[in-house]
């Protein structure tokens, strides 16, 4: 079964929870157990959240040289930094950048990615659904 894991970086466990006109009303469990559902034919899905930048670059580490596909979601730490941006151009694994907003039609500073020269492909600007398309590309790239 492919292996894929959602690594979301910080405040992204406040989904649903707050600023829901920017990021919807969803929280991030809810729809991830229904990602799990839905690809559970084609996919062994797997979560991790962390607000620490040490440790997501840790798990991209742990997972890099055997997950099939990741799929990133940087958060803040998107725009700030270099250090995650050499780990996902440290590691095998294919990533796929997410953005829940669409960071190009906002504040330019978020209009900078250290993730995106190492990202396989980048999806932004469509909600939630963007880790739901991230999933299909890995499947498809991978399969
Ligand atoms: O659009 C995205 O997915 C972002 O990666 C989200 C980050 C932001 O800094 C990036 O520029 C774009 C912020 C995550 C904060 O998530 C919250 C969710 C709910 C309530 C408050 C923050």
């Given at each position: 079964?492919?292996?894929?894991?959602?690594?979301?970086?910080?405040?992204?466990?406040?989904?649903?929870?707050?600023?829901?006109?920017?990021?919807?009303?969803?929280d991030f469990e809810s729809f991830f157990t229904h990602l799990q559902k839905e690809f559970e034919k084609?996919?062994?899905?797997?979560y991790f959240q962390s607000n620490h930048e040490g440790a997501l670059i840790d798990k991209l580490h742990?997972?890099?040289?055997?997950?099939?596909?990741?799929?990133?979601?940087a958060g803040g730490l998107t725009h700030t930094s270099?250090?995650?941006?050499?780990a996902v151009a440290a590691i095998s694994a294919p990533v796929v950048e997410v953005h829940i907003s669409n960071i190009y039609?906002?504040?330019?500073?978020?209009?900078?990615?250290?993730?995106?020269?190492?990202?396989k492909g980048i999806i932004a600007g469509c909600?939630?659904?963007?880790?739901?398309?991230?999933?299909?590309?890995?499947?498809?790239?991978?399969?």
């Open positions: 079964m492919t292996e894929i894991i959602i690594i979301n970086g910080p405040n992204l466990n406040l989904l649903g929870r707050r600023q829901p006109a920017i990021y919807g009303t969803t084609k996919a062994l899905l797997q742990q997972v890099g040289f055997s997950s099939v596909g990741i799929v990133l979601n270099v250090a995650l941006g050499d039609a906002r504040e330019p500073f978020r209009h900078r990615s250290y993730i995106s020269p190492y990202a909600g939630l659904n963007g880790y739901r398309l991230a999933i299909m590309h890995l499947l498809y790239i991978c399969c």
